[in-house]
């Protein structure tokens, strides 16, 4: 190999070292609590856009159901077996039926198809007022370990209690 060709070789092997170091360098960290230009620094920066509700896999049980916070056993529950798919029971009948979620805050349930037992329960009872508030339910948040269900003006129809 000729003297040239060695020395461009060198060359490109520490162009090369220089370059491969230079990647794997960490970015200095910015601690600095400076605000982007133009912007006062007393405005808070704006709240982070709702966050699409994951569901599937999960189970709930209903302790309030149209503003009232006393549920009687059976508890009404609420799962979902994947992410367009619920299923549970009112406290007698059981449930199945479609979930979707079109957006971020968003949630419709239902149709749904109950079972036809004969429960001693009537209209106005706490399953039908369950039934209702899953069928009436466009919006949802997830507040902690509970599931708030709300209609489309954003009133409370249920929350829920995680249970897994």
């Known amino acids: 190999m000729k003297a040239s060709q060695q020395l461009r070789l060198m060359a490109l092997?520490?162009?090369?070292?220089?370059?491969?170091?230079t990647a794997c360098a960490v970015a200095p960290s910015n601690t600095s609590t400076a605000t982007p230009a133009g912007m006062p620094a007393n405005v808070?920066?704006?709240?982070?856009?709702?966050?699409?509700?994951?569901?599937?896999?999960?189970e709930w049980i209903a302790f309030a159901i149209d503003g009232k916070s006393e549920v009687l056993n059976p508890k009404p529950k609420l799962r979902w077996l994947s992410a367009d798919k619920?299923?549970?029971?009112?406290?007698?009948n059981?449930?199945?039926?479609?979930?979707?979620?079109?957006?971020?805050?968003?949630?419709l349930?239902?149709?749904?198809?109950?079972?036809?037992?004969?429960?001693?329960?009537?209209?106005?009872?706490?399953?039908?007022?369950?039934?209702?508030?899953?069928?009436?339910?466009?919006?949802?948040?997830?507040?902690?370990?509970?599931?708030?269900?709300?209609?489309e003006s954003g009133k409370q129809l249920a929350r829920l209690l995680k249970t897994n």
């Open 86 to 92: 619920v299923a549970g029971t009112g406290g007698c």
């Open 44 to 58: 808070p920066p704006s709240p982070a856009a709702p966050a699409t509700l994951v569901l599937a896999g999960t």
């Open 109 to 151: 349930l239902g149709p749904l198809a109950s079972t036809g037992r004969a429960c001693l329960s009537m209209p106005g009872s706490q399953e039908d007022m369950f039934f209702k508030a899953l069928e009436s339910t466009r919006k949802a948040k997830i507040e902690r370990d509970q599931l708030v269900l709300m209609d």
């Open 94 to 107: 059981g449930f199945s039926g479609p979930s979707s979620v079109a957006g971020p805050g968003s949630l």
């Open 13 to 21: 092997c520490s162009l090369l070292t220089i370059v491969l170091l």
